[in-house]
Nanobody
Framework: VQLQASGGGLVQTGGSLRLSCTVSGRTPGYYGIGWFRQAPGKEREGISC????????DYSDSAKGRFTISRDNANNIVYLRMSSLESEDTAVYYC?????????????????WGQGTQVTVSS
């Protein structure tokens, strides 16, 4: 499984961005995609995930109400729409894949990782 994250950039406080994670290669029968981020000097944080099978989702407290995860099954793309961005959202954002059912925000469940895309929120 290969993952390609894109869509990062520079945005002003209060603005929005949409990240994309394109999934390619041989995917498991049941799998999900998660979004993680890591800011300088901070630990990696799971912020949202979606299961490709049943569409179930989960969000971290920091993402609830501001971020929306969605999937395009036909094209194997997962989107993360981020709104009301704050400086604390500045980080490198990664997408990752896990096998099986359920939804997980802990990195330990994930088997495949893509490269990151930088999101910078400026005031």
């Amino acid at each position: 499984v290969q993952l390609q994250a894109s869509g990062g950039g520079l945005v002003q406080t209060g603005g929005s961005l949409r990240l994309s994670c394109t999934v390619s290669g041989r995917t498991p029968g049941y799998y999900g995609i998660g979004w993680f981020r890591q800011a300088p000097g901070k630990e990696r944080e799971g912020i949202s995930c979606i299961n490709f099978g049943d569409g179930s989702t989960d969000y971290s407290d920091s993402a609830k109400g501001r971020f929306t995860i969605s999937r395009d099954n036909a094209n194997n793309i997962v989107y993360l729409r981020m709104s009301s961005l704050e400086s604390e959202d500045t980080a490198v954002y990664y997408c990752a894949a896990y096998k099986g059912a359920g939804v997980f925000l802990a990195a330990v469940y994930y088997d495949y990782w893509g490269q990151g895309t930088q999101v910078t929120v400026s005031s």
